[in-house]
């Protein structure tokens, strides 16, 4: 009887320690990713599993095209992964969806160490849904040659700045000044702290709207404005052919479009310097666009702390500031984006290094602009690209071009947000300022320089950041 005891209670002892020696399973999705950066996450999960015994880290990656369709699918079926890579919007849209959950509790203490700014790109109604992963910036370059022959002492501190200086480069020197992305320009009407729906009726042709466009149809008089592609969906290509090429003055992109002028075209970098971008009204700076890791719904609660765990090792300062120093990006984790690789500018540097710095300047004022809740956005934005297209280029009167494309936009939010309903879309006060954006939901994409070969110097995920 004693030995039958004995052999039940090893038995059970047994049982016990092979179930506790059961791994933890922890699946983690980016898009993107490969073949860049396969040794970058090889070395990740190989670390974190050497650090905790019992813990099987597996990653997959998908096209940035194909990931969103296959999260849903694997959270209807009740199989999430445990993190999945995400940018703004389409967190925002599956968060309001119910399709992830939030995350502060398994933030924990780690919350001081991400950026304020990349925090709140990922709160929505108070709460937050995901761990900051990279963003990016803008930056002016300019040519300093042109710069002189036109009279101008200094970099552009605002935008007024910018078309000012525009029109005198075009006035002294025969050249363009500028060639802003104006596809997109209800971001800009918005980091100038102007509102594109409010209350949910669209609001772009009031005394300041008109009063925008103006002085971009003054600068595209007297040749100011770069006019290849200026109103085309992508103008990048234009803009940086025209700055190698000597034909534009001032370039707003990312610190790596610099490195690219420096390898294209060797007689312009020598004569290009670089300045923060202007941070505007809105104390926000251009070209931001959070990427993060998110948690679906359906993630078992008994593995959600384990996953915390190894999403806030992924998230720290050592593997961002690794991943930002491979992708040319800027890490969301505070610790790193203040690493003296992004701040410090060694002596005798060039433009593409000032632009490094530069960027850093601006990276806590970096937020993602876009505008969610409004069905068929895009073409909506397309009728107000029209709209300002043919007032700046002088074919219609700018209130009345305006007019009209309020008047459709109008049309449309009426049968989506009917006066008498009581869910209307959001207005949110952007950053710690007291500008309305006057975005549904959250700010407005902006991302005047979210071109996909530009934001990295790969064919690497931050590649379609401005998708």
Same mark, same amino acid.
Request: one cysteine or more.
């Given at each position: 009887?004693?030995?039958?005891?004995?052999?039940?209670?090893?038995?059970?002892?047994?049982?016990?320690?092979?179930?506790?020696?059961?791994?933890?399973?922890?699946?983690?999705?980016?898009?993107?990713?490969?073949?860049?950066?396969?040794?970058?996450?090889?070395?990740?999960?190989?670390?974190?599993?050497? !650090?905790?015994?019992?813990?099987?880290?597996?990653?997959?990656?998908?096209?940035?095209?194909?990931?969103?369709?296959?999260?849903?699918?694997?959270?209807?079926?009740?199989?999430?992964?445990?993190?999945?890579?995400?940018?703004?919007?389409?967190?925002?849209?599956?968060?309001?969806?119910?399709?992830?959950?939030?995350?502060?509790?398994?933030?924990?203490?780690? =919350?001081?160490?991400?950026?304020?700014? /990349?925090?709140?790109? *990922?709160?929505?109604?108070? @709460?937050?849904?995901?761990?900051?992963?990279?963003?990016?910036?803008?930056?002016?370059?300019?040519?300093?040659?042109?710069?002189?022959?036109?009279?101008?002492?200094?970099?552009?501190?605002?935008?007024?700045?910018?078309? !000012?200086?525009?029109?005198?480069?075009?006035?002294?020197?025969? +050249?363009?000044?500028?060639?802003?992305?104006?596809?997109?320009?209800?971001?800009?009407?918005?980091?100038?702290?102007?509102?594109?729906?409010?209350?949910?009726?669209?609001?772009?042709?009031?005394?300041?709207?008109?009063?925008?466009? #103006?002085?971009?149809?003054?600068?595209?008089?007297?040749?100011?404005?770069?006019?290849?592609?200026?109103?085309?969906?992508?103008?990048?290509?234009?803009?940086?052919?025209?700055?190698?090429?000597?034909?534009?003055?001032?370039?707003?992109?990312?610190?790596?479009?610099?490195?690219?002028?420096?390898?294209?075209?060797?007689?312009?970098?020598?004569?290009?310097?670089?300045?923060?971008?202007?941070?505007?009204?809105?104390?926000?700076?251009?070209?931001?666009?959070?990427?993060?890791?998110?948690?679906?719904?359906?993630?078992? #609660? +008994?593995?959600?702390?384990?996953?915390? @765990?190894?999403?806030?090792?992924?998230?720290?300062?050592?593997?961002?500031?690794?991943?930002?120093?491979? /992708?040319?990006?800027?890490?969301?984790?505070?610790? /790193?984006?203040?690493?003296?690789?992004?701040?410090?500018?060694?002596?005798?540097?060039?433009?593409?290094?000032?632009?490094?710095?530069?960027?850093?300047?601006?990276?806590?004022?970096?937020?993602?602009?876009?505008?969610?809740?409004?069905?068929?956005?895009?073409?909506?934005?397309?009728?107000?690209?029209?709209?300002?297209?043919?007032? *700046?280029?002088?074919?219609?009167?700018?209130?009345?071009?305006?007019?009209?494309?309020?008047?459709?936009?109008? =049309?449309?939010?009426?049968?989506?947000?009917?006066?008498?309903?009581? /869910?209307?879309?959001?207005?949110?006060?952007?950053?710690?300022?007291?500008?309305?954006?006057?975005?549904?939901?959250?700010?407005?994409?902006?991302?005047?320089?979210?071109?996909?070969?530009?934001?990295?110097?790969?064919?690497?995920?931050?590649?379609?950041?401005?998708?």
């Amino acid at each position: 009887m004693t030995s039958f005891r004995l052999l039940t209670a090893f038995a059970a002892v047994v049982f016990s320690a092979g179930a506790l020696a059961k791994p933890v399973n922890i699946e983690f999705w980016t898009f993107s990713m490969k073949p860049k950066f396969t040794p970058y996450f090889t070395s990740v999960v190989q670390r974190y599993e050497a !650090a905790n015994p019992g813990v099987k880290v597996e990653w997959i990656d998908f096209p940035w095209d194909i990931i969103q369709t296959k999260l849903v699918t694997r959270i209807v079926a009740g199989t999430p992964p445990a993190l999945v890579n995400l940018n703004v919007p389409w967190a925002d849209e599956f968060a309001r969806d119910g399709l992830l959950q939030p995350v502060d509790t398994l933030l924990a203490d780690a =919350r001081p160490h991400y950026l304020a700014s /990349a925090l709140e790109d *990922v709160t929505f109604a108070g @709460k937050t849904y995901g761990f900051p992963l990279y963003s990016n910036v803008a930056v002016i370059t300019y040519n300093t040659q042109i710069f002189k022959a036109a009279g101008i002492p200094h970099a552009p501190r605002s935008l007024d700045e910018q078309l !000012a200086f525009a029109r005198q480069i075009a006035q002294r020197t025969g +050249k363009a000044g500028l060639c802003p992305a104006l596809a997109k320009i209800d971001g800009l009407m918005m980091q100038q702290g102007l509102p594109v729906i409010r209350n949910g009726r669209a609001v772009f042709n009031s005394p300041a709207h008109v009063a925008l466009i #103006r002085k971009l149809a003054d600068t595209y008089k007297v040749g100011g404005l770069l006019k290849d592609s200026l109103f085309a969906e992508d103008n990048f290509p234009a803009a940086i052919d025209a700055y190698k090429g000597g034909r534009l003055g001032m370039l707003l992109a990312p610190p790596t479009a610099v490195r690219r002028i420096e390898l294209d075209a060797k007689d312009i970098y020598a004569v290009t310097d670089v300045a923060p971008a202007p941070l505007g009204p809105t104390g926000i700076a251009d070209g931001g666009w959070l990427i993060h890791f998110a948690v679906p719904t359906g993630v078992d #609660r +008994k593995l959600l702390p384990e996953v915390g @765990k190894f999403a806030r090792f992924l998230t720290n300062d050592a593997n961002q500031l690794a991943f930002a120093r491979q /992708a040319s990006v800027y890490p969301a984790a505070a610790g /790193a984006s203040r690493d003296p690789f992004f701040m410090s500018v060694p002596p005798g540097a060039g433009a593409a290094e000032k632009a490094v710095a530069a960027g850093a300047v601006s990276m806590p004022h970096s937020r993602t602009m876009y505008v969610a809740g409004i069905t068929d956005y895009d073409e909506l934005r397309r009728s107000l690209v029209k709209a300002v297209e043919a007032g *700046v280029t002088g074919r219609q009167d700018i209130q009345q071009a305006l007019d009209a494309a309020v008047a459709i936009w109008n =049309r449309k939010l009426a049968k989506q947000f009917p006066a008498s309903a009581t /869910a209307q879309p959001v207005s949110t006060l952007v950053s710690d300022t007291d500008m309305d954006t006057g975005s549904t939901i959250r700010t407005a994409e902006f991302v005047s320089t979210s071109v996909s070969d530009t934001m990295v110097d790969t064919n690497s995920a931050v590649a379609v950041a401005g998708r």
